[in-house]
């Protein structure tokens, strides 16, 4: 398959890897946009969360119980911000779902 995290996962793309467990997968972002910038993945391709349903309600809760344990890994015990953009307007890039996990810095509102 042609998507980038896909390969991410299976290793052929190289990745700073921080997390990794049979459902998910997170890493570095490759341009980070905060201190702390990682992204974390279901190991399942899935396309965008325009694309779950309640089979998945599960597995896009257990992305975001890794994100906090990953924030807590990081020191970022004033705060962080995880993101999942969806779709064109949403500011989607890479069509594999994912949850960005910010911090070490102050975030603003609302979002570009
Ligand atoms: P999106 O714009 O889809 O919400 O986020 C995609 C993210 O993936 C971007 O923040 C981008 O920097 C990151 N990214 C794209 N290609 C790669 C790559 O090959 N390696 C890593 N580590 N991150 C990537
Ligand atoms: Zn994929």
Same mark, same amino acid.
């Given at each position: 398959m042609d998507c980038i995290f896909c390969k991410i996962i299976a290793g052929t793309i190289p990745s700073k890897k921080v997390y990794e467990d049979n459902l998910t997968y997170a890493f570095a972002d +490759?341009? !980070?946009? @905060?201190p702390v910038h990682l992204l974390i993945v279901p190991k399942?391709? +899935? !396309?965008?969360? @325009? @694309? +779950?349903?309640? @089979?998945d309600t599960a597995l896009v809760g257990h992305l975001h119980a890794i994100a906090n344990r990953l924030a807590a890994e990081h020191t970022l015990s004033k705060g962080y911000r995880t993101v999942i953009n969806t779709g064109a307007d949403g500011g989607q890039t890479v069509d594999h779902l994912h949850v960005h996990l910010l911090g070490g810095r102050q975030m603003h509102w609302p979002p570009g």
């Open positions: +490759i341009d !980070p946009k @905060a399942k391709h +899935i !396309p965008s969360l @325009a @694309a +779950i349903d309640t @089979a």
